[in-house]
């Protein structure tokens, strides 16, 4: 266990000088192949988003949980409408524990003068504001300048080293939960968290199993070779373990819909056969968040 109650208390003290300073210091973003300062407002809206976020799951999290929006086709619609028009709030690009742990690495080694925090992690903000608790808890890695501001938040977060980080999104893997690098207004400068997500709770993943938006698929793709597969019904862990619903039995074989895979590799993960790889994904449209680069472990410039 890496959460409970006495580590929320320890780390959820009063607001402090320590604290205090955080919210006045300079605070550095994620800029592609450097790290770039953001200014007050960047910095306060962000902050206010995140004093609010709970408030904001919660009513999701309601919508979510009526039968008349999830289980018509005009309330899909309109949760779509929401969806759609919530631009500005955090999406997420579905990434592997490689390709993470390539990203805090990557973070960890950019040179910067702001000697802020790097990485922090605390309690799941959907678990936190739902108050649903499911193991691993502690799993939100805050980066940047999202360290910062969960710090400063007071909501039990603590600063962690970049192997920390690693340890924690190996045990979310091994739990069988999806890396989701958060971003806000579709801007890399605006990437603040990497989540670890599961199907139960998680307010983003349950808004994209009924809309279809809010996640985006990573640089990598799974392929499979059908030769070596065990059988769906000697097996057919792929198709329990995939959030996104890319494995399927048809004609009492496995199907992979590529078109569906997001590329987090917890199919490879669970295959008994070892039938299953990740390779890299010939269209991945989010560059301009984060280099396929840095997520593939080289670094940007370099020829892949
Ligand atoms: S097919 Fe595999 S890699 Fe693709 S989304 Fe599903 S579990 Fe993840
Ligand atoms: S997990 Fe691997 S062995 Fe099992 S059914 Fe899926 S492809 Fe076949």
Known sequence: MIFNGGDAAAYSGGLNWELIGLMLMGHIAFGGNQLVPIGKV?????????????????????FLRRKFITETAIGRALLTGIALSGHYLPHGLVVTTKAATNLIRYIDTLQSRENSPRLAVGPCVCQKALDRWQEPCCKDIVVLYGADIYLSLNLGYKIINADEAVAILEQC?????????????????????????????????????????MLYAGPEIVRQDPGHCLSPEKCGECVRICMFSANSIKKGKISVDYRKCFGCGQC??????????????????????????????????QNI
């Open 268 to 301: 490879v993960r669970v295959c008994p056969g070892k039938t299953r790889t990740m390779i890299k994904r010939p269209e991945f449209t989010h560059d301009h968040i984060i280099p396929a680069e840095v997520l593939l472990g080289k670094q940007p410039g």
């Open 42 to 62: 960047h910095y306060f809206s962000h902050w206010l988003y995140g004093k609010y976020e709970p408030q904001i799951l919660r009513l999701v999290d309601w």
């Open 173 to 213: 893997r091994d739990a069988g939960l999806v890396h989701s690098l958060d971003f806000c207004l579709q801007s890399g400068k605006w990437h603040f968290v990497v989540c670890n997500c599961d199907q139960d709770i998680c307010v983003l993943v349950r808004t994209f199993q009924i809309t279809g938006k």
